[in-house]
T-cell receptor, first 113, second 112 residues
Framework: AQTIHQWPVAEIKAVGSPLSLGCTIK??????LYWYWQATGGTLQQLFY??????VESVVQLNLSASRPKDDQFILSTEKLLLSHSGFYLC????????????FGSGTRLTVL | QQKVQQSPESLSVPEGGMASFNCTSS?????YFWWYRQHSGEGPKALM???SDGDKKEGRFTAHLNKASLHVSLHIRDSQPSDSALYFC????????????WGLGTSLVVNP
């Protein structure tokens, strides 16, 4: 069975500080990977997606960047946090063939002060 | 304009009642639809996908798709307090395999 793990569970950071969020998928080779952002009680905004190692496509940047250093790992980062970065960050994967369902991790709650 | 519109914004039903959600697309090229459910503090979980006209039933959940009217609905019968959550409709464009377009969600409260 496939599992998806996000870390950390929650972060409280200062404006202007750096950030790195991670996501690991086990049990599935070469998944399509996604980063989403969600305001509290709001809809989901896709930020980045990756279909293979080293390849990341940006949908909405929001002064964030993403990397896929390994087949099973997806990293979201920024060098300088803004207040607007606060929210819920979700990593997701899908098999990548056709109209496949997205499977989400449990998310990281980010508060920028 | 939101390409995937959901209604109502919020919904309250008694335990054992029927909860109904609606979703309308403004683009005829959105052909593949999903319903997701998100409990507070968790990631969304897929409930059902529906790609063909008609009904699709899975346990207490029934989805209906009408491509002609670009309308998809979800019905939960015998609602339970554990069904209280945020429900999202998501759609995929026939020509773009890379992303889902999400509605704004419907908040469901099931009262014991």
């Amino acid at each position: 069975a496939q599992t998806i793990h996000q870390w950390p569970v929650a972060e409280i950071k200062a404006v202007g500080s750096p950030l790195s969020l991670g996501c690991t998928i086990k049990g599935k080779s070469s998944p399509n990977l996604y980063w989403y952002w969600q305001a509290t009680g709001g809809t989901l905004q896709q930020l980045f997606y990756s279909i293979t190692v080293g390849q990341v496509e940006s949908v909405v940047q929001l002064n964030l960047s993403a990397s896929r250093p390994k087949d099973d790992q997806f990293i979201l980062s920024t060098e300088k946090l803004l207040l607007s970065h606060s929210g819920f960050y979700l990593c997701a994967w899908r098999r990548g063939r056709g109209a496949e369902t997205l499977y989400f991790g449990s998310g990281t709650r980010l508060t920028v002060l | 304009q939101q390409k995937v519109q959901q209604s109502p914004e919020s919904l309250s039903v008694p335990e054992g009642g029927m909860a109904s959600f609606n979703c309308t697309s403004s683009d005829r090229n959105f052909q593949y639809f999903w319903w997701y459910r998100q409990h507070s503090g968790e990631g969304p979980k897929a409930l059902m996908s529906i790609f063909s006209d008609g009904d699709k039933k899975e346990g207490r959940f029934t989805a209906h798709l009408n491509k002609a009217s670009l309308h998809v609905s979800l019905h939960i019968r015998d609602s339970q307090p554990s069904d209280s959550a945020l429900y999202f409709c998501a759609a995929r464009h026939v020509g773009d395999n890379s992303k889902l377009i999400w509605g704004l969600g419907t908040s469901l409260v099931v009262n014991p």
